[in-house]
């Protein structure tokens, strides 16, 4: 079975810092991909960044990087010149190359203080 | 630029009522999703649509059911509303035939607030 954890509920950050969140998965899948979704108060859920897992290069988005590490099955976000704006649930998520199905961890709620 | 649409927003039941979730996605993907969030767990899988005319099992089925009654609509329907099934429900929808171009990116609805007394 797939999993995904989430061991931080929440965080906090004073704005214009860097933060990181923790993800770390398991599968037996060699072929995956893995999300980092954004849940702001208004509870839509925004895609942030994207993986695949064959490609060694980290993602990046403007100011959101990933660590992605193959081996040891971990998957951080690190949210760059914080911003009040970047207050919300994040949700990293994994799906197999041959499903549609999509597998959340838990959350963390991060709040970015001015 | 709609997306994925929900409707309704909020909506309160008693135990024992039923009720349609509606959803319905103008970017002609081929695969729906039905989604519950509950405090504390994430997301969790209740249906899911591949394509038209099909329908599959995710983690919590039980006490639903779902038509994909054409390429853009997909329904969930709680015939017997019970207080465990107050949550969040949202629905998503991906290209799925475009896995590794980005098919694989699922695009989500604002969600529906459901509170069954």
């Known amino acids: 079975a797939q999993t995904v954890t989430q061991s931080q509920p929440e965080m906090s950050v004073q704005e214009a810092e860097t933060v990181t969140l923790s993800c770390t998965y398991d599968t037996s899948e060699n072929n995956y991909y893995l999300f980092w979704y954004k849940q702001p108060p208004s509870r839509q859920m925004i895609l942030v960044i994207r993986?695949?897992?064959?490609?060694?290069q980290n993602a990046t988005e403007n100011r959101f990087s990933v660590n992605f590490q193959k081996a040891a099955k971990s998957f951080s976000l690190k949210i760059s010149d914080s911003q009040l704006g970047d207050t919300a649930m994040y949700f990293c998520?994994?799906?197999?190359?041959?499903?549609?199905?999509?597998?959340f961890g838990t959350g963390t709620r991060l709040q970015v203080f001015p | 630029n709609a997306g994925v649409t929900q409707t309704p927003k909020f909506q309160v039941l008693k135990t024992g009522q039923s009720m349609t979730l509606q959803c319905a996605q103008d970017?002609?993907?081929?695969?729906m999703y039905w989604y519950r969030q509950d405090p504390g767990m994430g997301l969790r899988l209740i249906y899911y649509s591949a394509s038209e005319g099909t329908t599959d099992k995710g983690e919590v089925p039980n006490g639903y059911n779902v038509s994909r009654l054409n390429k853009r609509e997909f329904s969930l329907r709680l015939e017997s509303a019970a207080p465990s099934q107050t949550s969040v429900y949202f629905c998503a929808s991906s290209d799925s035939g475009l896995a590794g171009v980005g098919g694989d990116i699922q695009y989500f609805g604002a969600g529906t607030r459901l509170s069954v007394l």
């Open positions: 993986q695949e897992a064959y490609k060694q």
């Open positions: 970017m002609n993907h081929n695969s």
């Open positions: 998520a994994l799906r197999s190359y041959n499903t549609d199905k999509l597998i």
